[in-house]
């Protein structure tokens, strides 16, 4: 086993205070005072994801030898991970935690996705097939999943700040275009080009999004 301690550091007191006492620990992200790890037992090879607030009691949030939780993302009091079924693929998948209403919500229904960002309760994550990646979105206050991407371009490194998404996508030299995604937006306008070879004209694409 791999002995680990993890420190917390007070910066308006200069002192480090022990936080985690544990094998095989790894340090995942803190948010405010609540810190995020994942903690892996060798003999059931699985992993748990485990958080607390500085001072009080560590929580697992699943203690299930069936379940190989990892990568957790935290922010406020929300907590993104994704988990891997043993036994099987049944559970496999994203999820939401919420500290405060210990609330488990299952986001996606694929191992292989992997939360890249969390802002709140809002999650962007990717999704690979091997050739190219395709972006998806959760709305939390909507309670809602919008894939942001359809196309044969590969979409990837998303980030997520409040309801605004930020993505990369393209192939060869088109590969550093950035895209943006406003999810409070009800609407959305594109300005295009129409030529023949001898004429041409510019006009806009107005969409309304009506739920």
Known sequence: DVYKRQYRYDIETGMSIPVI???????KGISGSMIVWERFFPATQERDVSYAMVGETSQTIAQNTDYDDFAPLISG???VFTRNQLSGDAEDGLYL???QTQSLKRLSNNASDGATSISGSNVVWQRSNGSQSSIFFYNGSLDKTVPLTSDSLNHRNPAVSGANVVWQSGFGESANQLFFYNGNSTSDRFNFRVSDGSLSANSTFNINIRN
Do not use: D, G, V
Not at 21 to 27: K, V
């Open 21 to 27: 006492n544990s094998t095989q620990t790894s340090l």
């Open 97 to 99: 935690f919420n500290t």
């Open 77 to 79: 009091s929300n907590i």
